[in-house]
């Protein structure tokens, strides 16, 4: 038999090292390649904390997580504790912190249960209108003055009429709408979810600001449905930018066409170039 | 000199009872009449919540806050405790427990800084077109089959077009607009935007589901400006019902005109009727 492991698996693996008054620490490792500029995606380090969370918790599914973070996380390691909050019939909450040493790296509060099949009963949100995978636009790890390591590992897809500012000419608007794929093929869960709500450009991009690390104060994300397949439909819109910070918004679909997960984060806005 | 003091601020008045370790505990009290059916309003929870949270960093604003409600609080006396996660130039990340002898209420994980002066750069969200607070429908406290202690302190001026349910005639659209103000003429700060954000009805009552006590799971909420005035216009949807959770999203806006705060909220759907 073959045990196939994915990249997405090795590199948010999380080892239980102790257990006390109700709390799991967890060792892990900031792994190469999942970085902007060198320090760890924010999704990729949540997905990270979500597995120790599932972990600890026995549960499987994120419902909603919020994530603060505190500072950046170049490759290494680090440990991870979670303790039990509340365990309820509907869902387990949950306190998470990531540090590496003394410096506390983020901070999760977050509520995992097991995700019903979904009965769709009002979605008026609806998909973004993409063209097919194959018709859009590849985007590769340099970013001309900064580097996209997170690349390595997961695909970014983007829609061509958001993928201009690639080239130095911003749409004007907004938005970001594109496909996420794991290189390897591996199928999408909630726990990739994680990863997948901060795996695209910001929306911001398309906007004449300075193109860079965007630093995220801080992320929520609400799963709503198990997903099914190897790719994800994504879009992103910022609405306001207003005293320094920006809110971006994102709505991820399955191959199915079913709503999986919304996110909102806020960040620190870049400079207006 | 008269000292006005506003009925909201009696009512989230919470008073530091001990510090150890960087941890301070407040006391501090539900009161009559900010309830739904005998239990707190999760706004005015998550604004008592918060006058701890800034009495502890001595900073004056939220800037993002996440609350999980773990069980239900009538009036009568309880506990906060604040604890700081990070001291940051820009915020002070902060974890805060609201609990009633054993029994957690709540859970909070907030960043509190200084708001900068509003300078919007980019604000394509739009206020909503709402009547004349003299055109839009008040909404008592007898809301039929329950009561909504809540509205003899936070007064709903709903849009004509959004308050049909109170009739039995549900709008069809999951949406809910309207004014929101303190029946004593309160000012608005960002304080009270913790309590706005959860103190209109749900959207869903604007579909055919029962109408009571929606229980909010968690609710984020983004403080995006210094409010001025005594009014806030405020416009709720519900964009997604799925897996028995639906999630509702806030815009509010102040009498300047400036969007002053999002928030999201995940809840448990009511049934169908």
Redesign the interface.
């Known amino acids: 038999m073959l045990t196939v492991t994915f990249r997405f698996d090795t590199a948010t693996a999380v080892t239980p090292i102790a257990q006390k008054n109700g709390l799991t620490t967890f060792s892990a490792e900031v792994f190469d390649g999942w970085d902007i500029t060198g320090n760890a995606n924010g999704g990729y380090l949540l997905a990270m904390m979500g597995r120790a969370m599932q972990q600890h918790s026995g549960r499987r599914d994120p419902?909603?997580v919020?994530a603060?973070y505190?500072?950046p996380a170049p490759a290494g390691p680090l440990e991870i504790e979670v303790d039990t909050?509340?365990t309820?019939k509907?869902?387990t909450?949950m306190?998470a912190?990531m540090r590496r040493g003394d410096r506390?790296i983020m901070?999760?509060?977050g509520?995992w249960g097991e995700?019903?099949?979904?009965?769709?009963?009002?979605?008026?949100?609806t998909p973004p209108d993409l063209p097919s995978y194959e018709q859009c636009t590849s985007r590769n790890s340099d970013g001309g003055e900064f580097t996209i390591g997170l690349l390595q590992n997961v695909t970014n897809r983007l829609h061509p009429d958001d993928s201009t500012f690639i080239s130095g000419t911003p749409s004007g608007t907004?938005q970001m709408r594109g496909w996420i794929h794991f290189p390897d093929d591996r199928p999408i869960d909630t726990l990739a979810l994680l990863l997948a709500v901060d795996a695209m450009p910001p929306p911001l991009f398309n906007?004449p600001y300075e193109k860079g690390w965007v630093p995220t104060?801080?992320l929520?994300v609400?799963v709503?449905?198990v997903p099914v397949g190897k790719r994800l439909a994504c879009s992103f819109r910022?609405?306001?930018?207003?005293?320094?910070?920006l809110?971006e918004d994102g709505e991820i679909w399955d191959e199915s066409g079913t709503?999986v997960a919304?996110s909102?984060q806020?960040a620190?806005?870049p400079r207006?170039v």
Chains 1, 2 share one sequence.
């Open positions: 419902f909603t919020t603060h505190l500072a909050v509340k309820g509907l869902v909450t306190n912190t506390n901070r999760v509060l509520a995700m019903a099949a979904v009965e769709p009963q009002i979605v008026t949100a907004a906007l104060l801080e929520t609400h709503r449905a910022t609405k306001v930018v207003q005293g320094g910070l809110e709503l919304l909102r806020m620190v806005a207006v």
